[in-house]
């Protein structure tokens, strides 16, 4: 009973630390804007479930290395996240200090940037297509339903794949695998699913109206202190007992 008990605690304590990383680093981040953007111009639904299984894989991964990393004996890996979350911590206070209130408006341009050229192309692409069906006769329905699916499938995966870069090397997946490391990696995986799809869910039904009322600055210095209260607890808690 005890260790069920012992066991539960890990596994709340891991999401808990994992889901309250994820919203602190995630709101007003580029994955953020660009789940938001997409989804002024496609079908939210769409883009959500393409940035949401973008971000599900990075968790899962991400989890998966810091749990490798507990072959290392655990008191080591306690510590060192510990340091490595106190680090994060400090440059998110001195980040968020010296960042301008409006920090979040050229990230937020950066992105707008990047999905016109990659609407752009797509246009050209699909004034060729109409083009060549044009000379070759109207399409049947089954070609129709084709090029729809089509469609779909290129917003899918462009959301999947830009969120996929965008969060690749961020701060949040480096956090992930840390969290791995030193809590329940079940605990870590979920809080972060939920974390992602809570931050994804504002960011495609609301995105520029919440980019517009959040303050990227306070976001980040909320979340430096996050990070740094994660450093403080290693020096409480005995890592055999978590």
């Avoid at 971000?55 to 510590?79: D, E, H, K, N």
């Avoid at 972060?192 to 039904?205: E, Y």
């Amino acid at each position: 009973m005890k260790i069920e008990n012992e066991t539960s605690s890990g596994f709340v304590q891991a999401l808990i630390a994992s889901l309250s990383m994820i919203i602190v680093s995630e709101l007003g981040d580029k994955t953020f804007f660009i789940a938001a953007i997409m989804a002024m111009r496609h079908p939210r639904a769409i883009v959500f479930f393409g940035a949401i299984s973008a971000l599900i894989f990075m968790t899962v991964l991400s989890a998966g290395f810091g749990w490798v990393a507990t072959v290392v004996p655990r008191a080591y890996t306690y510590y060192v996240s510990a340091a490595l979350f106190a680090l994060f911590g400090i440059k998110m206070l001195r980040d968020g200090w010296k960042m301008d209130p409006n920090e979040g408006q050229e990230e937020l341009e950066e992105v707008q940037q990047d999905l016109r050229k990659r609407d752009d192309q797509f246009e050209k692409e699909a004034v060729l297509t109409l083009v060549d069906q044009e000379m070759g006769g109207r399409a049947a329905n089954a070609g129709s339903r084709r090029r729809a699916w089509g469609v779909v499938a290129r917003i899918f995966m462009q959301a999947a794949s830009m969120t996929f870069l965008a969060e690749w090397g961020d701060r949040s997946q480096l956090a992930t695998v840390i969290l791995g490391a030193r809590e329940d990696v079940w605990g870590v995986i979920l809080g972060g699913i939920v974390g992602h799809s809570i931050c994804t869910g504002l960011a495609v039904l609301g995105g520029r109206i919440v980019a517009q009322r959040i303050s990227v600055r306070t976001v980040t210095l909320i979340g430096g202190v996050v990070f740094l209260v994660f450093a403080i607890s290693a020096l409480f808690i005995d890592p055999n007992d978590t």
